[in-house]
């Protein structure tokens, strides 16, 4: 009889596959199986799964059972999900067991498939007939999901989807229908399904975890053993006691600890390390029993600090006890060093040790995503003055002191909660967290401002610095961090445009300015190739003979759209985009061009803007232009201004003696308006000084005019160069300049910038007729200076 029934037990075994969901875990690893089985479950989203469904069902039901019953299925819900939010929040924290949660989740998973269940067998046998098509179909959905989510607990899967079988089954029984008894027959079928699915998959599950587990243990094994003979290595093998005490210490071992042997000998491996999480880390894997690899502990050695990183595995007695532990620690502080400053190098500026781009956007970002609505935040964008001018001039070491001390300056500038970093070259970038009001920001940049007016000591050389300051407010200006950030730097633009050492705030016009002279840069940039640039003449006249002496040429931009835009606008976008290079080598080219249709003794007069000093093309440049036009160097007269000295002054006079060296001359433009340090005098011996217009065009009634005009034509005069003074208006600017001993003029006075079609070099230019001081008509004049203006002369 027991015979037949063991048979019976086999067979029955076999048809129900429970060989397959059979898996032996030693003692030992019952509470790492309990993990396992527990967080595969747990990672299905049940609380969010039992919500959408329990208001869908309630919502359903709500149209056929009675309001007392909707209540008490609500509360039952409620319940349930409670206690599924209590069990994913006791996975998370881990404060209890592996085992005693997974206990729970196991009953919490039977009592939810009664409920579900129950509620099942209410709503087929309560709900009209023409809801059935959709309840039952979606009731065995729910069944089918229930199952194959819990394959990590099989056991109780099948038990949940047998009870939602039968809230299913006897409803429909009952009712004993053709459709009813067909949908009973689709609904067992589901369990019979199930029931092979769910356990095959567990087994599929079970098996993948407990051989990773025996392959990971195997492996660790044997790479402890082959440590073992490596004795030459840096690291040091370690053996402990169940309590964690170490035993029999190597020499090795207690070199690099620098302790004795008698003193490491039974003392607790976690009393070498530092106090810290990670030490409280090792305490915890030791009560665990676990093994654990590379395991990285902070520690002291003879006040050095270092780090070690320890790997162990727990070795068991034949009863199942904990005889010991082994293992083997390396020093991995070389390593843990070089990780430390790559990680700084990565998130800080080397130079300022202010936060770097990186960083500063990830703060930002972080920042802009936690901000409550209504919460005020502002984003100042710092850009030094002319920083590219005294890097270029006194070379990049002070240069990067310079960037040093400013990154400090705006540190202490702004309050102690904001965050300063340095964007790059020589911007910066400060974050304004959650501000009262907009006054904070304003006050932080003009204090920023404030702060890089005071020139910056270097090696005893005071050196001049500035800053420009845009801000931008979230969520004003943007609801996310790189739109504010954006806006900043469009205020920053604004800023340098309103002349530098100042703060501006973000207006929306500022974009539509942005897109403008961004369709500038486009449209510039093909002004050459469509033909739209054209070079005019302005006449330059001896004083004495009254003859010209030749013609400066002006750059005009005829644009199919905007018209003719001034150089004024279209100059600095050509500058600050390098564009001023190709179009410089162009002017050179077309005036010689020009010049070559010309009397022999005019001569034609070229401004040089500091890009095309910085050109290295631009030697050649000229020696082309000179060779294809076939016009004598002596005939072209090519202008700089002192500012362009100051930027990287060796090379540029070194470029001049070049140009020179071929026989073109050399005139300082706008003398007087700078620095006008008279060491450019003698640094490279122009052959013309340009008195700028704003001292001409007060020479007749102001004696300090007078004064410095004179005083310039006096010394160029001793230096053997010629004067020309420009903007010249009327006769008494004229007659006052003759008698400073004035070289030569140019000006409204005899002829505005014209073509070279237009130019008549048998006449020279008359003056103009005035109505209310004002030039009203310009003509072409004789050779000779008018009688008017000799008479002005005169009188002067």
Same mark, same amino acid.
């Given at each position: 009889?027991?015979?037949? !029934?063991?048979?019976?037990?086999?067979?029955?075994?076999?048809?129900?596959?429970?060989?397959?969901?059979?898996?032996?875990?030693?003692?030992?690893?019952?509470?790492?199986?309990?993990?396992?089985?527990?967080?595969?479950?747990?990672?299905?989203?049940?609380?969010?799964?039992?919500?959408?469904?329990?208001?869908?069902?309630?919502?359903?039901?709500?149209?056929?059972?009675?309001?007392?019953?909707?209540?008490?299925?609500?509360?039952?819900?409620?319940?349930?999900?409670?206690?599924?939010?209590?069990?994913?929040?006791?996975?998370?924290?881990?404060?209890?067991?592996?085992?005693?949660?997974?206990?729970?989740?196991?009953?919490?998973?039977?009592?939810?498939?009664?409920?579900?269940?129950?509620? !099942?067998?209410?709503?087929?046998?309560?709900?009209?007939?023409?809801?059935?098509?959709?309840?039952?179909? =979606?009731?065995?959905?729910?069944?089918?999901?229930?199952?194959?989510?819990?394959?990590?607990?099989?056991?109780?899967?099948?038990?949940?989807?047998?009870?939602?079988?039968?809230?299913?089954?006897?409803?429909?029984?009952?009712?004993?229908?053709?459709?009813?008894?067909?949908?009973?027959?689709?609904?067992?079928?589901?369990?019979?399904?199930?029931?092979?699915?769910?356990?095959?998959?567990?087994?599929?599950?079970? !098996?993948?975890?407990?051989?990773?587990?025996?392959?990971?243990?195997?492996?660790?094994?044997?790479?402890?053993?082959?440590?073992?003979?490596?004795?030459?290595?840096?690291?040091?093998?370690?053996?402990?006691?169940?309590?964690?005490?170490?035993?029999?210490?190597?020499?090795?071992?207690?070199?690099?600890?620098?302790?004795?042997? *008698?003193?490491?000998?039974?003392?607790?491996?976690?009393?070498?390390?530092?106090?810290?999480?990670?030490?409280?880390?090792?305490?915890?894997?030791?009560?665990?029993?676990?093994?654990?690899?590379?395991?990285?502990?902070?520690?002291?050695?003879?006040?050095?600090?270092?780090?070690?990183?320890?790997?162990?595995?727990?070795?068991?007695?034949?009863?199942?006890?904990?005889?010991?532990?082994?293992?083997?620690?390396?020093?991995?502080?070389?390593?843990?060093?070089?990780?430390?400053?790559?990680?700084?190098?990565?998130?800080?500026?080397?130079? !300022?040790?202010?936060?770097?781009?990186?960083?500063?956007?990830?703060?930002?970002?972080?920042?802009?995503?936690?901000?409550?609505?209504? *919460?005020?935040?502002?984003?100042?964008?710092?850009?030094?003055?002319?920083?590219?001018?005294?890097?270029?001039?006194?070379?990049?070491?002070?240069?990067?002191?310079?960037?040093?001390?400013?990154?400090?300056?705006?540190?202490?500038?702004?309050?102690?909660?904001?965050?300063?970093?340095?964007? /790059?070259?020589?911007?910066?970038?400060?974050?304004?967290?959650?501000?009262?009001?907009?006054?904070?920001?304003?006050?932080?940049?003009?204090?920023?401002?404030?702060?890089?007016?005071?020139?910056?000591?270097? @090696?005893?050389?005071?050196?001049?610095?500035?800053?420009?300051?845009?801000?931008?407010?979230?969520?004003?200006?943007?609801?996310?961090?790189?739109?504010?950030?954006?806006? =900043?730097?469009?205020?920053?633009?604004?800023?340098?445009?309103?002349?530098?050492?100042?703060?501006?705030?973000? @207006?929306?016009?500022?974009?539509?300015?942005?897109?403008?002279?961004?369709?500038?840069?486009?449209?510039?940039?093909?002004?050459?190739?469509? /033909?739209?640039?054209?070079?005019?003449?302005?006449?330059?006249?001896?004083?004495?003979?009254?003859?010209?002496?030749?013609?400066?040429?002006?750059?005009?931009?005829?644009?199919?759209?905007?018209?003719?835009?001034?150089?004024?606008?279209?100059?600095?976008?050509?500058?600050?985009?390098?564009?001023?290079?190709?179009?410089?080598?162009?002017?050179?080219?077309?005036?010689?061009?020009?010049?070559?249709?010309?009397?022999?003794?005019?001569?034609?007069?070229?401004?040089?803007?500091?890009?095309?000093?910085?050109?290295?093309?631009?030697?050649?440049?000229?020696?082309?232009?000179?060779?294809?036009?076939?016009?004598?160097?002596?005939?072209?007269?090519?202008?700089?201004?002192?500012?362009?000295?100051?930027?990287?002054?060796?090379?540029?006079?070194?470029?001049?003696?070049?140009?020179?060296?071929?026989?073109?001359?050399?005139?300082?433009?706008?003398?007087?308006?700078?620095?006008?340090?008279?060491?450019?005098?003698?640094?490279?011996?122009?052959?013309?000084?340009?008195? @700028?217009?704003?001292?001409?065009?007060?020479?007749?009634?102001?004696?300090?005019?007078?004064?410095?005009?004179?005083?310039?034509?006096?010394?160029?005069?001793?230096?053997?160069?010629?004067?020309?003074?420009?903007?010249?208006?009327?006769?008494?600017?004229?007659?006052?300049?003759?008698?400073?001993?004035?070289?030569?003029?140019?000006?409204?006075?005899?002829?505005?910038?014209?073509?070279?079609?237009?130019?008549?070099?048998?006449?020279?230019?008359?003056?103009?007729?005035?109505?209310?001081?004002?030039?009203?008509?310009?003509?072409?004049?004789?050779?000779?200076?008018?009688?008017?203006?000799? @008479?002005?002369?005169?009188?002067?």
């Amino acid at each position: 009889m027991s015979g037949s !029934t063991s048979k019976i037990g086999a067979f029955a075994r076999r048809a129900l596959q429970l060989d397959l969901i059979d898996h032996r875990v030693e003692e030992r690893d019952s509470e790492w199986w309990s993990r396992c089985k527990l967080n595969h479950t747990a990672a299905f989203p049940y609380l969010t799964y039992d919500t959408v469904r329990s208001v869908g069902a309630l919502i359903l039901c709500y149209s056929f059972l009675e309001t007392w019953l909707i209540v008490c299925l609500a509360v039952v819900c409620v319940i349930l999900g409670t206690a599924q939010f209590m069990i994913d929040r006791e996975v998370r924290l881990g404060r209890h067991s592996s085992q005693k949660i997974y206990r729970a989740l196991r009953d919490l998973v039977v009592v939810r498939a009664c409920v579900w269940g129950a509620l !099942t067998a209410v709503y087929i046998s309560a709900a009209p007939p023409e809801f059935l098509p959709a309840l039952i179909p =979606a009731a065995m959905l729910f069944m089918l999901v229930d199952g194959l989510c819990m394959i990590a607990i099989p056991r109780r899967a099948m038990v949940a989807v047998s009870i939602q079988c039968a809230g299913i089954v006897v409803p429909l029984a009952v009712t004993a229908t053709g459709p009813a008894l067909l949908g009973v027959g689709v609904a067992i079928s589901g369990l019979v399904f199930m029931h092979w699915a769910v356990f095959n998959l567990n087994y599929m599950f079970a !098996t993948r975890r407990l051989r990773t587990r025996t392959l990971r243990e195997a492996n660790d094994t044997i790479q402890l053993l082959l440590n073992q003979y490596d004795e030459d290595g840096s690291d040091w093998l370690i053996e402990c006691d169940e309590d964690g005490a170490i035993l029999r210490p190597n020499a090795r071992f207690c070199k690099a600890a620098k302790r004795s042997a *008698e003193e490491m000998d039974g003392m607790r491996l976690s009393l070498l390390f530092d106090d810290s999480p990670q030490r409280e880390e090792l305490r915890a894997i030791g009560v665990r029993e676990e093994n654990f690899r590379n395991l990285i502990l902070p520690l002291h050695i003879e006040g050095e600090q270092q780090w070690w990183s320890i790997s162990a595995r727990p070795v068991y007695k034949p009863d199942g006890s904990l005889d010991c532990w082994r293992g083997f620690i390396a020093d991995v502080t070389r390593t843990r060093k070089a990780e430390e400053k790559v990680t700084y190098m990565a998130h800080y500026d080397v130079l !300022t040790n202010l936060p770097n781009r990186s960083l500063f956007n990830t703060t930002l970002k972080r920042s802009f995503g936690r901000r409550d609505d209504g *919460e005020l935040a502002a984003v100042l964008y710092v850009d030094l003055d002319h920083f590219k001018a005294i890097n270029d001039t006194y070379g990049h070491a002070k240069g990067d002191v310079v960037l040093a001390e400013a990154g400090r300056r705006i540190e202490q500038a702004v309050d102690s909660h904001a965050m300063v970093a340095r964007l /790059g070259g020589d911007e910066f970038a400060v974050l304004m967290d959650r501000i009262n009001d907009r006054s904070e920001a304003m006050r932080a940049a003009e204090a920023i401002v404030t702060a890089m007016d005071e020139p910056i000591d270097v @090696d005893g050389q005071l050196l001049p610095i500035g800053a420009s300051v845009g801000v931008a407010f979230g969520p004003d200006n943007g609801t996310e961090g790189d739109e504010v950030l954006r806006a =900043a730097d469009l205020a920053l633009y604004d800023a340098k445009s309103r002349g530098r050492r100042g703060a501006s705030v973000f @207006d929306p016009a500022m974009q539509d300015e942005v897109q403008d002279r961004r369709s500038m840069e486009l449209d510039l940039r093909a002004a050459l190739t469509r /033909g739209e640039l054209e070079l005019h003449y302005q006449p330059l006249l001896d004083v004495e003979s009254g003859d010209i002496a030749g013609y400066e040429a002006l750059l005009r931009w005829n644009h199919p759209e905007r018209g003719s835009v001034s150089p004024a606008v279209f100059i600095p976008v050509a500058e600050e985009t390098g564009q001023i290079i190709a179009i410089g080598a162009w002017v050179i080219r077309e005036a010689l061009r020009e010049c070559a249709t010309w009397p022999e003794h005019l001569s034609v007069s070229v401004n040089l803007s500091p890009a095309q000093m910085r050109d290295e093309g631009l030697l050649n440049t000229i020696v082309g232009a000179l060779a294809s036009s076939r016009v004598s160097s002596d005939r072209l007269e090519l202008e700089i201004t002192e500012n362009l000295l100051m930027q990287d002054n060796e090379d540029n006079i070194s470029l001049l003696h070049k140009i020179r060296g071929l026989g073109v001359k050399i005139a300082l433009d706008d003398f007087g308006t700078g620095y006008s340090s008279l060491n450019y005098l003698r640094s490279f011996p122009f052959d013309k000084i340009k008195i @700028d217009r704003c001292f001409v065009s007060d020479i007749a009634d102001r004696d300090d005019s007078d004064a410095i005009v004179d005083a310039v034509v006096s010394l160029a005069g001793k230096l053997n160069m010629r004067t020309t003074a420009e903007g010249v208006e009327n006769d008494e600017q004229l007659a006052k300049l003759r008698l400073t001993g004035c070289t030569q003029v140019q000006g409204f006075l005899f002829s505005k910038a014209r073509p070279a079609a237009e130019l008549d070099h048998g006449d020279a230019p008359r003056p103009a007729a005035h109505d209310g001081g004002k030039v009203t008509h310009i003509d072409p004049a004789p050779r000779q200076i008018t009688t008017a203006a000799k @008479d002005g002369r005169k009188a002067g």
